[in-house]
C-alpha cells in the first residue's frame, strides 16, 4: 500500500488566523496514519497559504486568479507524489527526510532572515517580525560597515528588501563564536543596550536552529558553548500615591485626557495589555466583567489564557466616556481599530496606540511631579505591585495577569516589601480615586 499526498485546508474555528482565514497544508496518509506539512517554502506566494471561506467555494469550480492558486496546489502536490514514488518502503521519516531538503538561498544568512521575516509575517507574528529585522539590520550594517536609512513607509519595504540581500553575502558557516563576539562588541559601541544586545543575539541563535533543524543548512552551531548576557529585570512600578496623582490629574487637553485614562483603564484591568484593550469588543462583556484571552498567547495550545476582569465604576465611566456609540455584539468598545484592518494594519496601530500612550502618560508624571519615565508597561507592573502591598497572594496575582507560573509573577514582585493588608478590589479603586490628591 503507498502513501498518498492531498491539500487539506484547515477549517476548524481552532485553527483560523485572527482574520478568519483558513490555514492550508499538506496532508500525507499512509496506513490510515495522517500527517500534515507547511508548504510555505514551496508555495509561489505566501498569501495562498491562507484562505477565506469564500476563497475555498471558488476553488471548486478555480477560474481567474483561483485557477492560478488551483495549479499551485497541484504542482504541491505532484512533487511530494513524485517523493513518494522515490521511497521503496515508504516511511514518514523518509518522506520528510526529502521534502525538507534545504533550499540554496538558506545558505545566505540575509536572504534567509528575510524568508524567516516574511514567515513570521504571514503568521500574523509582527512584533516578532519586528524584531527580528532590527536584528537584520544589525547584522548587515556590522557585516558591511554601512549605515542605513529609511525615509518614507511608501517605499520602505522594497528598499529595505534590496539592501538586505544585495551586496556581500554572509553564509551560516562564517558565523562562530569569535564572529559573535566581536559582533557583540560592534553593538556596545553602537549604544545598545544590554537588553537590546540580548534580544539581537537570541534572535540570531533562533535562525541557527532553524536553518540546522529545519534546512539541513551544514554549519557549526557557535552558541553551543556561547552565553548570551541577560539584564537585570528594571523595576517599571509606581507606588499607590504616585498612580493616584496621575489618576486624578485635571486637564483640559483631549488627547492627555484620551491616553492617560487608557493608561488608567489598563491599570485597573489587572494591567491590561494595550493590544488586548484595543481588540477589546462587546463580545467580551458579560455581567458586568470582561473576559478574554491575552493576544500574547494566542493560538498557542498550551498556554493560551482567558482572564476575566470585574469592571468596576471607573473602568465604566472610561468607556461610557470614550466607548463607541454604535454598539454591536463584534463592534470594538474604543474607538482605536476598524474592524476592516488587516492583521497587519491592527498591528501597526496598535504600535502607533503605544508610542501616544508613552509620549502623554509621560507628560501628565512630569506634571505631577513624577521623576521616573512613565511609559504604558508601568501600569501593569504597578497594578501587581500595589496588589501585592494591599495583601493580596501570588497565587491570586499571577492568575489575574495571566502569568504561566507563580515564578513568573515573583519576578515582577521582586524588591518589594509586604505592606498593611487591606481589602482588595472596589477597595483599591476607592484608595486612587477619593484620596486628596494634592
Not at 391 to 397: A, E, L, R, Y
Request: aromatic fraction near 12%; include cysteine.
Amino acid at each position: 500500500m503507498q502513501a498518498t499526498a492531498n491539500i487539506y485546508i484547515q477549517k476548524s474555528e481552532s485553527k483560523r488566523t485572527t482574520d478568519n482565514l483558513c490555514p492550508v497544508k499538506l496532508c500525507i496518509t499512509y496506513k490510515r496514519v495522517r500527517k500534515y506539512y507547511s508548504i510555505k517554502e514551496k508555495i509561489k506566494k505566501h498569501e495562498w497559504l491562507y484562505l477565506s471561506l469564500s476563497d475555498i467555494e471558488s476553488l471548486k469550480s478555480p477560474k481567474g486568479k483561483f485557477k492560478d492558486i488551483a495549479n499551485e496546489y497541484k504542482r504541491i502536490v505532484d512533487d511530494a507524489i513524485d517523493i513518494i514514488n522515490e521511497i521503496e518502503v515508504f516511511s514518514f521519516n523518509q518522506f520528510e527526510d526529502k521534502y525538507f531538503v534545504q533550499t540554496a538561498s538558506w545558505d545566505n544568512f540575509f536572504a534567509a532572515m528575510w524568508e524567516h521575516i516574511q514567515n513570521l509575517k504571514n503568521d500574523n507574528r509582527f512584533g516578532y517580525a519586528s524584531s527580528f529585522e532590527s536584528t537584520l539590520r544589525a547584522v548587515k550594517e556590522f557585516h558591511t560597515g554601512k549605515k542605513f536609512s529609511f525615509n518614507n513607509r511608501k517605499d520602505k519595504v522594497e528598499k529595505r528588501a534590496s539592501l538586505y540581500l544585495k551586496g556581500k553575502e554572509l553564509r551560516f558557516v562564517d558565523i562562530t563564536k569569535t564572529w559573535l563576539k566581536k559582533f557583540e562588541q560592534y553593538l556596545i559601541k553602537e549604544g545598545k543596550s544590554k537588553s537590546t544586545r540580548g534580544i539581537y543575539l537570541r534572535n540570531l541563535k533562533v535562525l541557527f536552529n532553524v536553518a540546522i533543524n529545519e534546512h539541513n543548512i551544514q554549519a557549526k552551531n557557535p552558541f553551543t558553548n556561547f552565553k548570551i548576557s541577560t539584564s537585570e529585570n528594571t523595576k517599571k512600578a509606581l507606588s499607590m500615591e504616585q498612580i493616584s496623582l496621575i489618576a486624578n490629574y485635571e486637564t483640559k487637553h483631549p488627547q492627555q485626557r484620551f491616553y492617560r485614562d487608557i493608561f488608567m483603564f489598563s491599570f485597573l484591568a489587572y494591567g491590561m495589555n494595550l493590544a488586548d484593550i484595543a481588540r477589546l469588543k462587546y463580545s467580551n462583556i458579560s455581567d458586568n466583567k470582561l473576559t478574554y484571552i491575552r493576544e500574547k498567547t494566542r493560538n498557542e495550545e498550551q498556554t493560551e489564557t482567558t482572564i476575566s476582569v470585574p469592571i468596576t465604576s471607573q473602568m465604566q465611566a472610561i468607556i461610557d466616556r470614550y466607548g463607541n456609540k454604535t454598539i454591536g455584539y463584534d463592534a470594538f468598545v474604543f474607538p482605536i481599530l476598524n474592524p476592516k484592518w488587516n492583521a497587519e494594519r491592527i498591528y501597526a496601530e496598535i504600535k502607533q496606540l503605544t508610542k501616544q500612550v508613552n509620549k502623554y502618560i509621560r507628560q501628565v508624571a512630569i506634571n505631577v511631579g513624577i521623576k521616573e519615565n512613565v511609559s504604558s508597561y508601568y501600569a501593569r507592573h504597578s497594578w501587581a505591585t500595589i496588589s501585592k502591598n494591599t495583601g493580596k497572594t501570588v497565587d491570586f496575582i499571577s492568575e489575574s495577569l495571566g502569568h504561566s507560573s507563580t515564578a513568573v509573577t515573583k519576578r515582577y514582585l521582586d524588591s518589594f516589601e509586604d505592606k498593611t493588608k487591606r481589602e482588595h478590589s472596589e477597595t483599591l479603586e476607592n484608595l486612587i480615586f477619593n484620596q486628596n490628591a494634592g
